[in-house]
Nanobody, 115 residues
Framework: QVQLVESGGGLVQSGGSLRLSCVAS????????MNWYRQAPGKQRELVSS???????NYADSVKGRFTISRDNAKNTVYLQMNSLKPEDTAVYYC?????????WGQGTQVTVSS
């Protein structure tokens, strides 16, 4: 079993920045794909960004050029640096670890961007 704990959410003005962190209870980055998802009220959960075990990264079109995913293997931590935030980025952000048919989820952290 793996526990994921997110932090770093909050209220920020449009154009501002936040950095989300996700700490894993075990060293899993060599196997699991680490993802950041988000879910806005009334909308489906969507994939925001991923980093594979080999370090390849992917981003949703809506956040390309503004968000950066990274990880610190020594700290078992994945980050999501979010710049130039927009009101439409408002959502609960979830950390996910995925490998084959296994998924672990964090509890989520709220990000609210005011206009």
């Amino acid at each position: 079993q793996v526990q994921l704990v997110e932090s770093g959410g909050g209220l920020v003005q449009s154009g501002g920045s936040l950095r989300l962190s996700c700490v894993a209870s075990k060293n899993i980055f060599g196997i699991y794909v680490m993802n950041w998802y988000r879910q806005a009220p009334g909308k489906q959960r969507e994939l925001v960004s991923s980093v594979t075990s080999s370090g390849n990264t992917n981003y949703a079109d809506s956040v390309k050029g503004r968000f950066t995913i990274s990880r610190d293997n020594a700290k078992n931590t994945v980050y999501l640096q979010m710049n130039s935030l927009k009101p439409e980025d408002t959502a609960v952000y979830y950390c996910n670890a995925h490998y084959l048919i296994v998924d672990y989820w964090g509890q989520g952290t709220q990000v609210t961007v005011s206009s």
